[in-house]
């Protein structure tokens, strides 16, 4: 019988324990909440300033004069390609013809 007592004793104290621990965790979570709902007014200089960038960025618009692409100049039928070196990859499936010595204009030789 004093076994009996003991055990339900403990099962009381548990419960107890952890209708605490649910209820605190209930009331955290609700102060959590006020917390995230409070409104951090913006300084008057920063708000103007972030408007102005905002009216910056709207009224950037995209130029209406953009040059047509042109097609691809083929450069094989004007001048000789036998000096080139062409260069092949078999694991990627790829070749291409390079010429030798070949430096483009705007570079350091």
């Known amino acids: 019988m004093g076994q ?15 209708g605490t621990v649910f209820y605190l965790t209930h009331l955290f979570l609700k102060e959590q909440d006020k917390i995230a709902q409070i409104q951090i007014p913006v300084p008057v200089a920063i708000q103007k300033d972030v408007e102005q960038n905002q009216n910056a960025i709207n009224d950037v618009q995209q130029p209406t004069d ?5 097609p691809p100049v083929d450069t094989t039928a004007a001048g000789d390609v036998s000096s080139w070196k062409t260069y092949k990859n078999d694991k990627y499936g ?5 010429l030798l010595g070949f ?4 570079l350091p030789r």
């Open 4 to 18: 009996k007592v003991g055990t339900i004793t403990g099962f009381i104290i548990i419960a107890i324990l952890t």
């Open 66 to 70: 953009m040059p047509a692409s042109q």
């Open 94 to 98: 790829f070749e291409f013809k390079s």
């Open 103 to 106: 430096i483009p204009r705007g």
